[in-house]
């Protein structure tokens, strides 16, 4: 069993915000490896986070993101369950980030759900001509179609967007790192972007 350190601990804590006994005990459920124990903790925040996306969250704040040039801009309403939490500075950081990503990669809804049926029908309409077009064998086509159609939702839902400071993390995966670091169920509610001449 390798030894954990006190340093170990403090590194992990750093780069995830969680809990000292809960660091201590990802170290040791990983033998000291670092990117495991990060992803132990993650899972379990996940996990954590999940419990949670039932509470009530009536209040929150809306938060604004003017890109340098004065061209682009968006607003977010983020929402989580006390007015204690929605004060903090963590909780200001997420609502800023989540405005910046707003801001820089324009999606269309905030998740997948709110996509309209009839958007998503004539996406796989059109996804399911092109897999043809290319002579895809057509018992292939329905996974082809699934496959391009995660992609077109990791490209206009705010929560399936890879996070623009991290790629290997979603909007949504982001979401749930507050969640278990702030203790509160968090919802981005809406948003609208601004860009000047669109």
């Not at 929150?60 to 340098?68: F, L, Q």
């Amino acid at each position: 069993m390798a030894e954990i350190t006190t340093q170990m601990i403090k590194e992990l804590r750093e780069k995830t915000g969680a809990g000292i006994v809960d660091c201590k005990k990802a170290l040791q459920e990983a033998e000291g490896n670092m990117e495991k124990a990060i992803e132990i903790l993650r899972k379990k925040g996940a996990a954590k986070a999940a419990k949670k996306a039932e509470r009530a969250t009536a209040e929150g704040i809306v938060v604004s993101y003017i890109h340098a040039g004065g061209k682009v801009g968006a607003l977010v309403e983020i929402n989580c369950e006390t007015d204690f939490v929605a004060r903090t500075e963590d909780f200001k950081t997420l609502g800023h980030e989540i405005a910046m990503q707003v801001a820089a990669m324009a999606p269309l809804y905030v998740s997948r759900e709110e996509v309209p049926v009839e958007v998503i029908e004539k996406e796989k309409e059109i996804l399911k001509e092109q897999a043809l077009a290319e002579g895809k064998p057509e018992h292939i086509v329905e996974k082809i179609v699934e496959g391009r159609l995660n992609k077109f939702y990791s490209e206009k839902c705010l929560l399936d967007q890879p996070w623009i400071k991290d790629d290997s993390k979603t909007i949504g995966d982001l979401v749930r790192d507050y969640i278990t670091k702030l203790g509160e169920n968090i919802k981005v509610k809406r948003f609208c972007r601004f860009e000047v001449g669109k």
